[in-house]
């Protein structure tokens, strides 16, 4: 596994640093699919914080903690990793394709599938914002000083409208009639 690890306003230790990359290398027992991981360790005041973001087969797990040391943020932002990887674990084994044995079974067998509880979307985070009517070339300044990914804005004639950042590095508007 490919593991990055960066403090922010704190002096970097060896022995912080060689903690980190231990703790988050048993994470690999429980999932082997782990291809990268990025670590972020910071201190503001006297609070610690501790920032793992993993990639596992195409899938990004976070975890973040706040402590009074780096010790004790890393084992919780483990912890609250571990759990994540057991239930995305979990949730392969349940929609693994079945074998050829397993479709004979089927036929004899009746399986409740109520019984599987699927995990319904949520919303998480939710930001609330005022708009001034802009124009898109402004639009595309303000996009160009935030780090968003987009901006919705409303333009002279109050119409809404969306401006977001593409992968090859311009920007796309999204302008519903």
Same mark, same amino acid.
């Given at each position: 596994?490919n593991? +990055? ?10 022995t ?31 609070r ?17 903690d ?9 084992d ?16 392969l ?19 409740a ?21 802009l124009?898109?070339?402004?639009a595309?300044?303000?996009m ?25 590095? +311009?920007?796309?508007?999204?302008d519903?009639?």
């Amino acid at each position: 596994m490919n593991l +990055n690890i960066t403090f922010r306003h704190v002096d970097p230790s060896e022995t912080t640093k060689d903690y980190a990359a231990e703790k988050i290398g048993r994470l690999k027992r429980y999932f082997d699919g782990l291809v990268e991981g990025n670590v972020v360790l910071s201190q503001e005041k006297i609070r610690h914080l501790a920032e793992v973001t993993l990639i596992a087969n195409g899938v990004r797990l976070n975890a973040k903690d706040e402590t009074v040391d780096f010790h004790t943020a890393i084992d919780n932002v483990v912890d609250k990793l571990e759990r994540q990887l057991k239930r995305y674990k979990e949730k392969l084994k349940r929609h693994k394709p079945l074998r050829n044995r397993e479709r004979r079974g089927l036929q004899e067998t009746v399986y409740a599938y109520e019984s599987f509880e699927e995990e319904t979307p949520r919303v998480i985070q939710t930001e609330h914002y005022t708009t001034h009517p802009l124009t898109v070339d402004e639009a595309v300044m303000e996009m160009d000083l935030t780090d968003r990914p987009f901006l919705v804005f409303t333009d002279v004639d109050e119409k809404v409208k969306v401006v977001y950042r593409r992968e090859d590095g +311009n920007y796309g508007l999204i302008d519903p009639e």
